[in-house]
Nanobody
Framework: QVQLAESGGGLVQAGGSLRLSCAAS????????MGWFRQAPGKEREFVAA????????YYGDSAKGRFTISRDNAKNTEYLQMNSLKPEDTAVYYC?????????????????WGQGTQVTVSS
């Protein structure tokens, strides 16, 4: 089993920045892709970003393009999501996810492990 733990969420004003972290522990695989998703109240889980093991391949959802940056530090078994120019519509619970293959994906069904989520609230 792989355990994922997000941190870094909080309350921020519109236009501000936050950096989310996701630490992996347990039976970490030699190579696995990771991603970030978010879910706002009453809405479906939405793809935010994904990254390959090497970091050489990244994908972003439309809402994240140009504002968010996904990265990872494999020596620390940690991935990050740098969020800039935050908007009230970015308010959601953010989840990190990992899959047992090194192929980043935008579908939540492709991921095998999930964190508990961290709340991000952007005030106007």
């Amino acid at each position: 089993q792989v355990q994922l733990a997000e941190s870094g969420g909080g309350l921020v004003q519109a236009g501000g920045s936050l950096r989310l972290s996701c630490a992996a522990s347990g039976r970490t695989f030699s190579r696995y892709a990771m991603g970030w998703f978010r879910q706002a109240p009453g809405k479906e889980r939405e793809f935010v970003a994904a990254i390959s093991w090497s970091g050489g391949i990244t994908y972003y959802g439309d809402s994240a393009k140009g504002r968010f940056t996904i990265s990872r530090d494999n020596a620390k078994n940690t991935e990050y999501l740098q969020m800039n120019s935050l908007k009230p519509e970015d308010t959601a619970v953010y989840y990190c996810a990992a899959r047992r293959t090194d192929v980043p994906a935008s579908s939540s069904r492709a991921y095998d492990y999930w964190g508990q989520g961290t709340q991000v609230t952007v005030s106007s």
